[in-house]
Nanobody, 127 residues
Framework: QEPLIQSGGSSVQAGDSLRLSCKFSGPSFEANAMGWFRQTPGKERVFVAA????????AYGHSVKGRFTISRDNAQNTVSLEMNRLKPEDAAIYYCAAAPTSYSDAVFQVASLYDYWGRGTQVTVSS
């Protein structure tokens, strides 16, 4: 069973909003810091946003700060990425990821620190 099931990818117009969701099916969702990354063809995976185990600490990539919001629901084992004022350069495959950690306030911006990955969901933004 895949540990992370993603949903919400779509094709939208520039300026639109979109919400991505990711459900964790493994044990102890609360033991994981969560993150979102994105990737375009031929390029490396890029950090988008991260949230700590408790949800109290978040971090964002420079290009999305102020437009995207990451949140988690530990009761539903889900993490979401609310994307507003989308731009054509936001188009990518978006991946959610989970990083087990003993630190409740830790957030991780490096992909190699994440142990579990979703399959990715395509976001297309037309100008």
């Amino acid at each position: 069973q895949e540990p992370l099931i993603q949903s919400g990818g779509s094709s939208v117009q520039a300026g639109d909003s979109l919400r991505l969701s990711c459900k964790f099916s493994g044990p102890s969702f609360e033991a994981n810091a969560m993150g979102w990354f994105r990737q375009t063809p031929g390029k490396e995976r890029v950090f988008v946003a991260a949230v700590s185990r408790s949800g109290g600490v978040t971090a964002y990539g420079h290009s999305v700060k102020g437009r995207f919001t990451i949140s988690r629901d530990n009761a539903q084992n889900t993490v979401s990425l609310e994307m507003n004022r989308l731009k054509p350069e936001d188009a990518a495959i978006y991946y959610c990821a989970a990083a087990p950690t003993s630190y409740s306030d830790a957030v991780f911006q490096v992909a190699s620190l994440y142990d579990y990955w979703g399959r990715g969901t395509q976001v297309t933004v037309s100008s």
